[in-house]
Each structure stands twice: as C-alpha cells, then as structure tokens.
C-alpha cells in the first residue's frame, strides 16, 4: 500500500522567505511527526499531533517554525523568515498511535541560500 | 531524560564478516529501543525494535540485537555483512516507556556502516 509521501522532495529557498512542506501520512494513521535531519544535530524530533489532541511542539527549535494538520490527516509544516542554519532534510513519520511503529517519508531536501 | 549514544561514527566491515554496531542508551525507565536503517537517497526504515518481551530481538535482513539493562546497550550484530547492508543506522529510544504510547523518538547520531568487496 502508499506509503508516507512528501513533497516537495527538494526545496531551494533564498534566505528570508518562507517555505511550506507538505506531508501526507498512511491512511487511517492518528499520529503524525515531523523530524529534522541536519550535518550538524543529527535527528531531531519537531512536532507530534495525535488525533484531536493539542500538537506536543515541544521540539520546535524557534517561534519561525509552525505546522499545521487539517482534518486529521495532511500536515504542512511552515518555516518563515528561512535562515541558512535552517538547511537540513526535514522528515514526516506517521503511524496508529501508542505502540504503532512509525513509518518515514522520503524526506523534503530544504537548501536555504 | 532520554538519549542514545552511538559509539562509532563509521564502521567498515569486509563482506562475510560479523557486523558489530554499538549504542549505548540513558532512561529514567525501561526504554522502547530501535533500530532503523537509512540507505543512500532513501527514507528510514524499521530494522527492530525491543519492547519488553525476549531481550533478543531479531530484525529484518538477518540482524538482531540484544538488550541488556545492567550495561544500558543495544548494540546490533549481523553474523555475515552483505553488500547491499552498507547504508547508515541509527539507534533509537522513545521518550515514553513501553507500556504506553511509543511518542517521540530520539536518535542517536547514526553510525555509517562501509561493505568491502
């Protein structure tokens, strides 16, 4: 069956504007994450929505970085004002809450100039 | 709090030859561990995971790895590398113990795992 898919798959930005990444988990899986893989961090979690309930946004590096999640499926994750250390591959995982393995997208490439 | 720490940064193993990948784990709790594998251009991918049950886990593509609390290790073994097995791995633990939801995962910084012919 489709796996989690993401797109853009590379992004290039100039420094200052904003992107939006889209991701669109397994269908029927309540929980969605989004993760950040750079030289630097490695990596690291962002943000996780589970069902109806409030995003743990606990991993959101700065106030430039938001997501959305509409009707419980399709996440966009926004990143405003783009800043070089901003560069990395960003990851969307979803899967059927509590125990549930996750499952990975191919990752959006964010090159910000 | 959680963290996993990934003693070798690269491994290089000749083709037939044991693999040996180590980590290392810090919790509050028993943990959720994993291991999962990320080829060239491609997305992660679940190699095993330990949840409690049998302390050897056994995983996908002939690799296994044992949990032991008194060393807080989980280091992931292959009897015989294979070509197609280069690639990198990370080693994982959820923030949430496993009795409940698996939550966030934390990685470690990944070991990059060299085939020789």
């Known amino acids: 069956g489709a796996g989690v898919s993401q797109s853009p798959s590379n992004k290039v930005t100039e420094k200052g504007k904003d992107v939006e990444l889209r991701c669109d988990p397994i269908?029927?899986?309540?929980?969605l994450y989004w993760y950040r893989q750079s030289l630097g961090q490695g990596l690291e979690f962002l943000i996780y929505?589970?069902?109806?309930?409030?995003?743990?946004k606990s991993g959101l590096p700065s106030d430039r970085f938001s997501a959305e999640r509409t009707g419980g499926s399709v996440s966009t994750l926004t990143i405003q004002r783009t800043q070089q250390e901003d560069s990395a591959v960003y990851l969307c995982a979803s899967n059927r809450g509590a125990t549930d393995t996750q499952y990975f997208g191919p990752g959006t490439r964010l090159t910000v100039l | 709090a959680q963290s996993v720490t990934q003693l070798d940064s690269h491994v290089s193993v000749s083709e037939g030859t044991p693999v040996l990948l180590r980590c290392n784990y810090s919790?509050?709790?028993?943990?959720?561990l994993f291991w999962y594998v990320q080829h060239p251009n491609k997305g992660l991918q679940l190699l095993l995971k330990y949840t409690s049950a049998a302390t050897l886990v056994k995983g996908i593509n002939g690799f296994e790895a044992e949990f032991k609390k008194s060393e807080t290790s989980f280091h992931l073994t292959k009897p015989s590398a294979h070509m197609s097995d280069a690639a990198e791995y990370f080693c994982v633990v959820s923030d949430r113990d496993y009795g409940g939801s698996q939550g966030n995962l934390i990685f470690g910084k990944g070991t990059k795992l060299s085939v020789k012919p």
């Open positions: 919790s509050s709790y028993s943990p959720s």
């Open positions: 269908s029927g899986h309540t929980a």
């Open positions: 929505f589970q069902g109806n309930s409030a995003p743990d």
